[in-house]
């Protein structure tokens, strides 16, 4: 079964966390640097289009798959879940999994976002230049009354600047995650990957059919 509450967001609604001191460890950066620059607009892009009430709950799942296409490299990150699988898809399977992973993100995010308040506040604490293996920034996501929580961006270089390619909450990787839970999944139904694809889509239907009714 496909967990229905994702390690990343229960960890950013508010789950009470300790934070290691180690974690802040990397290099200051730059205030100018591009990466910097690149998180800063995409954080501050997620919290001010998307958090609150006020937002209907289409347009908000709109604005979200536009910031997540548009930053996130959907391929790399699809390739890296399926492991092994992924050179065993068919190119048909390939595209129908990327699909249903971003349906499954998007709508996750979206709805999760609907619950804030708008106190959340991010700021970049850290910066690691890998060279030729990418950058990490590290930053930190306060909310009143509860404990910061740690975020590692792991981006990549491209000709139009960078990509997210991994999200590390609390030490925890989103796409090792997903990679385990869906590994397990495949597994399950005899190494077949249909039998992840339909547990994906009857995923996006649970989400769809909650975004639909009215919350309390």
């Known amino acids: 079964m496909i967990s229905r509450r994702p390690f990343l967001l229960a960890a950013l609604g508010g789950v009470s966390l ?4 180690l974690r802040l460890a990397a290099a200051e950066a730059p205030p100018a640097d591009p990466a910097v620059a690149f998180i800063n607009r995409l954080a501050d892009t997620a919290m001010q289009t998307m958090v609150g009430k006020g937002v209907p709950d289409q347009e ?3 604005r979200f ?3 997540f296409t548009t930053d996130v490299d959907l ?4 390739r890296r879940v399926l492991g092994r699988y992924w050179r065993t898809a068919s190119p048909e399977q390939q595209q129908d999994f ?3 992973f971003e349906d499954i993100v998007v709508l996750t995010w979206s709805t999760r976002f609907k619950d804030y308040g708008g106190d959340l506040r991010h700021a970049v604490v850290g910066f690691v ?3 030729d293996r990418g950058l990490t920034v590290t930053s930190r996501v306060e ?3 509860q404990q910061p929580i740690m975020l590692q961006w792991r981006l990549k270089r491209t000709e139009g600047g960078f990509r997210v390619v991994d999200l590390i909450v609390e030490g925890s990787s989103m796409a090792v995650t997903y990679q385990s839970e869906y590994a397990s999944v495949i597994r399950a139904n005899g190494d077949r990957i249909d039998g992840l694809l339909n547990a994906l889509r009857s995923k996006v ?12």
Request: hydrophobic letters at 35%; proline letters at 6%; charged letters at 30%.
């Open 60 to 62: 908000r799942a709109s």
């Open 143 to 145: 909310r009143d009354h």
């Open 65 to 67: 798959r536009t910031l």
């Open 98 to 100: 990327l699909r249903l």
């Open 18 to 21: 300790l934070v290691s001191p």
């Open 205 to 216: 239907a649970d989400l769809q059919s909650g975004a639909a009714a009215p919350r309390n």
């Open 75 to 78: 391929v790399e990150i699809g």
């Open 129 to 131: 230049d890998d060279g």
